[in-house]
């Protein structure tokens, strides 16, 4: 097998800027020990997320350029909206400025207090969008998913007894919709099959449930299909993306990630009095229906990436480069989640460090280290982002502790990764002397964005 190389050349370069270890753990305790609040120039390799983070490729630059900024009925809104409807599929199109916009103006058309929404596994705004208006998200993850050893294809399925048992111990009434989030993201960034989306839209069908699916990285998701489900290895990409959401109802898009854009989302649906709803709060809390809080050059880039993102010989190198960081890791025993996900890597923690307890924040503990020892800035997926229950005021452990190695798209070559893959065997071998954690400060919601700590004192 050849050397798989980056679909690219570069022609734009952002210089990074080199900081030694006494600095970083002083930046570090500056920032109240949290990466969220580090500056991004005291940041080497920058792995917080692949939101917002990609390379846009000259088109997507030149279409900048052709942006039109009128208010209403702008070209770049046609050009958005008919590619968003030709990939998607769906009958309206609500551009959004990014995800959580359109999953706020969904669940306040949608949601009621006391109402339940299951996904395979919420992602945290997803999730907090829910609570903050008094509904309750649960995840219905497969087992397999739930076991980062576990090999498995397509450990992003939702577990379909568990949602029909849902269905018939809550009723239909206090449902308003089933999401599938793909790939699943807070679930190790697995995919889903197309056989679970279908299952799941047919559940959901015969109990007159609308299904929705939380489509950022739609394109990974489409492209392990095509590489791990019989029936689907000589489809194109795009024509698979399209069969997976020829089953749903509607989907919350952030063009953050499968689309290159720096900013952008949308939500669709086929229900045509939802629409209008959603329209009408559109216009009152982010812009006019045809440009929903973004300029009319983000609609044009946004437009441009959903091609691009479906073009297989980048998709190739996308996985794969993934997967070499997954199999480099692995080789030297680093515990992660197996296999590895579309846009990340995520290390199991709890193995990483076994001597702390959940409580003491394992995860957190263990990206604070990779910052001080490389400068890399990763994000704790675990008991800070989810072991708190406002509803009780209560914390308990969140069914996993992982750190998260979001990879931006088409930023970071292999060296960089060979970087990041020597940093974390480094901290390895160290990992007897990383100390736990305890919150100082923390807001009720998403407290991992703004949460302050101290590593505790040797015991
Ligand atoms: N759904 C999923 C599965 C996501 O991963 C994200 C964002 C969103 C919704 C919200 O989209 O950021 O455009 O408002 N995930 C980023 C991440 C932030 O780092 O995984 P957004």
Redesign the pocket.
């Known amino acids: 097998m050849k050397t798989v190389i980056e679909p690219f050349r570069i022609k734009t370069v952002e210089p990074i800027n080199f900081t030694s270890r006494q600095a970083r753990i002083e930046k570090i305790e500056q920032a109240g020990y949290n990466p969220f609040l580090l500056k991004a120039e005291d940041v080497i390799i920058d792995l917080l ?3 917002g983070t990609s390379a846009m490729s000259t088109e997507a630059w030149s279409a900048m350029m052709r942006g039109d900024e009128s208010y209403a009925g702008a070209r770049s809104w046609y050009r958005f909206e008919s590619t968003v409807k030709r990939i998607f599929g769906f009958k309206h199109v609500i551009p959004t400025h ?3 916009a359109a ?1 706020r103006i969904l669940f306040s058309v949608t949601l009621k207090p006391g109402m339940i929404v299951p996904n395979n596994t919420h ?1 945290d ?2 999730r907090a969008n829910i609570e903050y208006l008094g509904a309750k998200a649960v995840d219905a993850v497969c087992k397999e998913g739930l076991d980062p050893s576990d090999e498995s294809d397509f450990k992003g399925n939702m577990d379909v007894e568990a949602l029909k048992q849902l269905i018939s111990t809550h009723g239909t009434e206090i449902i308003p919709m089933v999401m599938l ?1 793909v790939t699943n ?1 807070s679930g190790g960034g697995q995919p889903v099959s197309m056989a679970n989306i279908r299952e799941v839209s047919q559940i959901a069908r015969e109990n007159n449930i609308p299904f929705y699916l ?1 489509a ?1 990285r739609f394109a990974e998701n489409a492209y392990f299909i095509k590489k791990r489900e019989p029936g689907f290895a000589d489809k194109k990409v795009e024509d698979i993306a399209r069969e997976m959401f020829s089953y749903a109802d509607g989907c919350t898009m ?1 063009a ?2 499968d689309a290159f854009a720096n900013i952008g ?1 949308f939500l669709c649906t086929n229900d045509d009095a939802l629409a209008i709803q959603e329209r009408n709060l559109l216009i009152l809390t982010e812009g006019y229906s045809t440009y929903g809080g973004l300029a009319g050059r983000d609609l044009e880039a946004v437009a441009i990436g959903l091609d691009e993102v479906l073009d297989e010989n980048y998709l190739l190198y996308r996985i794969r480069s993934t997967a070499y960081v997954g199999r480099k890791l692995t080789d030297i025993g680093v515990p992660m989640v197996r296999p590895p996900g579309g846009h990340a890597i995520y290390l199991n923690a709890r193995e990483f460090v076994p001597h702390l307890p959940p409580l003491e924040y394992p995860g957190w503990a263990l990206s604070v280290a990779l910052y001080i020892e490389g400068g890399i800035r990763t994000v704790e997926i675990g008991t800070v982002m989810f072991g708190y229950d406002p509803e009780t005021n209560t914390e308990r452990p969140a069914k996993w502790d992982l750190v998260r190695l ?1 990879i931006p798209r088409r930023v970071y070559t292999q060296s960089h990764m060979d970087y990041v893959i020597d940093i974390i065997k480094d901290v390895w071998e160290h990992r007897t002397s990383i100390r736990g954690m305890k919150i100082i400060e923390a807001p009720r919601f998403l407290r991992h964005f703004t949460a302050k700590f101290e590593p505790l004192s040797e015991k």
Do not use: H, L, P, V
Request: some cysteine; aromatic content about 6%.
């Open positions: 997320t692949d939101s990014q995800g959580r999953e992602f705004t997803t989030t993201n939380d950022c952030s953050k990630k989302g979001a």
